[in-house]
């Protein structure tokens, strides 16, 4: 039985990557919806029905666990999957998404950072917050408008650690410029979407949407305070999660086969998929119906 990451497109090919490197053991399939990409837009019911659909897909094809890389559909979609569509078709099989352990990340670099708080780690902060309980600490959230309207990143975030102050603001352009290529137009984009959190003050900041990842350094480069990127998180929180589930662990077959799939191939899809995650990426086209 494999792993699968679904993605609404290429971006969660960042994820998959660091997951592969970090976990190469295993067999994979990767399902990127790019017929039906972006997803950061769309209703919930709509965000819904696709990753239903994606769930059908990569359980028939042999997957025991699914990893749901996209944020937005796991923001929208993962807990009435958990709640309804498991039980009702795969209750032994499991999908767990992005949200949970980046808000976890997020609030164990808060903890870190204050006990070097000392070492004026918080650099945006008013002097005196530097002692202040950590309940009263801001984080940041940067996401898809979906992502943001959805609030999972507030819930999840006060349910780790209740009292967090969350700060969000979607970001909506920064998906196509990494899809066309367009880091060189990033810096003021990026520091358009960056004013507001550092008005502020935030403590840390979570990049909560797949293809942020790509652009981690230069996030890190405009503004002082941990970035949590979701490449950086999601390997360990799965290698820490296989650990503890024995029982799912099991049942992964280990020979390191790795398959990805898209919903729409074009040459410029094939580019892109290179650019973020090399040139052994094999993109076949696939139907989810
Ligand atoms: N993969 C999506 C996410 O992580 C970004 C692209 C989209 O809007 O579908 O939120």
Redesign the pocket.
């Known amino acids: 039985m494999r792993i699968g990451v679904f ?3 290429l ?2 090919l960042l994820i998959a990557q660091s997951i592969i490197k970090r976990l190469p053991q295993y067999d994979y399939l990767y399902l990127g919806d790019t017929k039906r ?5 769309r209703s919930q019911k709509t965000i819904h029905e696709f990753i239903s659909q994606a769930l059908d897909y990569l359980f028939k094809s042999d997957c025991e666990l699914i990893i749901l ?7 929208e979609a993962l807990r009435k999957s958990q709640q309804e569509y498991l039980p009702r078709n795969y209750p032994d099989r499991r999908v767990l998404g ?1 949200v949970i352990p980046m808000a976890e990340a997020a609030v164990e670099a808060l903890s870190a950072g204050k006990e070097m708080a000392g070492a004026g780690t918080r650099s945006a902060g008013p002097v005196g917050s530097l002692s202040a309980d950590i309940s009263a600490t801001r984080v940041g959230v940067l ?2 408008a ?2 943001v309207e959805s609030g999972a990143y507030a819930r999840e975030l006060n349910r780790v650690r209740p009292g967090i102050v969350v700060v969000q603001n979607p970001a909506p352009l920064l ?1 196509p410029l990494v899809e066309n290529d367009g880091f060189k137009y990033v810096g003021p984009v990026l520091d358009d979407y960056l004013a507001p959190l550092r008005e502020r003050q935030i403590d840390s900041l979570i990049l ?4 942020y990842a790509a652009l981690k350094d230069q996030i890190r480069e405009q503004i002082s305070v941990p970035v949590i990127s979701p490449d950086e998180v999601v390997p360990e929180k799965l290698a820490d999660y296989l650990e503890r589930h024995p029982e799912i662990e099991s049942k992964l077959s280990k020979k390191a086969s790795r398959t990805y799939e898209v919903t729409d191939l074009t040459e410029s899809y094939y580019a892109l998929a290179r650019r973020l995650a090399g040139k052994d990426v094999d993109l076949q086209l696939t139907s989810l119906s």
């Open positions: 993605d609404s497109g971006g969660g990409v972006p997803y950061g837009n890389a996209c944020n937005t559909a796991s923001a992005v996401a898809t979906s992502t998906v909560g949407c797949t293809h």
